[in-house]
């Protein structure tokens, strides 16, 4: 069992909508990342925050969004919905200690976009 | 190239059966992730190892850095395992790298 967690785990919404989409990290670990995964695919790296601040993109439009909270939570936010945005959200949480990276993955937010 | 690479793709095999299910990577890595994934479903995460061998239940994982490489064990498998079972790495900067995937069916 991880300690990530994210919410809600499945989404309903409408083509032009705004949707945020939360993660709950692992207390200690300062990096979170999101991924797409789209059906069929494997995931795509949107971004990366890590110490609150972005650390990475993917090849995402700016209406692709994220915060992260010193109490290790984060979100990502969608902005202007399209039909292709339909997909497994993941976020994975992670610390590097002594070389050794630590990182879990939540379970994902199944989005849908009608 | 993918910096991830699993074989097989798709995998059919009869209830009972030993499953290995293989991943080599090319990046440098610190530890490597095995996640598995059952049709319309999350992600749940099966082992994160960086060194020889860990084992739930009916699962082994073993890990190989000089070779980089890295197995997936179903020992007794059942239907219930059918699922996509994936590889995953991260890069230096925390960054994941996914492998394309084994989907598994396990027939009774």
């Known amino acids: 069992e991880t300690g990530v967690t994210q919410s809600p785990t499945h989404l309903i919404k409408t083509r032009g909508q705004q949707v945020t989409l939360r993660c709950s990290s692992q207390?200690?670990?300062?990096?979170v990342s999101w991924y797409q995964q789209a059906l069929g695919q494997g995931p795509q790296f949107i971004f990366q925050?890590?110490?609150?601040?972005?650390?990475g993109r993917g090849n995402f439009p700016p209406r692709f969004s994220g915060l992260q909270f010193p109490n290790y939570s984060s979100e990502l936010n969608v902005n202007a919905l399209e039909l292709d945005d339909s997909a497994l959200y993941l976020c994975?949480?992670?610390?590097?200690?002594?070389?050794?990276?630590?990182?879990?993955f939540g379970q994902g937010t199944r989005l849908t976009v009608v | 190239k993918n910096e991830v690479e699993q074989s097989p793709q798709n995998l059919t095999a009869q209830e009972g059966e030993f499953i290995t299910i293989n991943c080599s990577y090319s990046?440098?890595?610190?530890?490597l992730h095995w996640l598995q994934q059952h049709p319309g479903g999350g992600i749940v995460s099966l082992f994160m190892?960086?060194?020889g061998k860990k084992k739930h239940g009916r699962l082994i994982a073993t890990i190989n850095i000089q070779e980089k490489h890295s197995s997936l064990h179903i020992t007794a498998s059942h239907p219930r395992d059918s699922a996509v079972y994936i590889c995953?790495?991260?890069?230096?900067?925390?960054?994941?790298?996914f492998g394309t995937g084994t989907s598994l069916t396990v027939i009774p």
């Open positions: 207390s200690g670990h300062n990096t």
């Open positions: 990046v440098g890595i610190s530890a």
């Open positions: 190892l960086s060194s």
């Open positions: 925050y890590y110490r609150e601040e972005e650390n």
């Open positions: 994975a949480s992670s610390v590097q200690t002594g070389g050794v990276t630590e990182a879990f």
């Open positions: 995953a790495v991260p890069n230096t900067g925390n960054q994941f790298y």
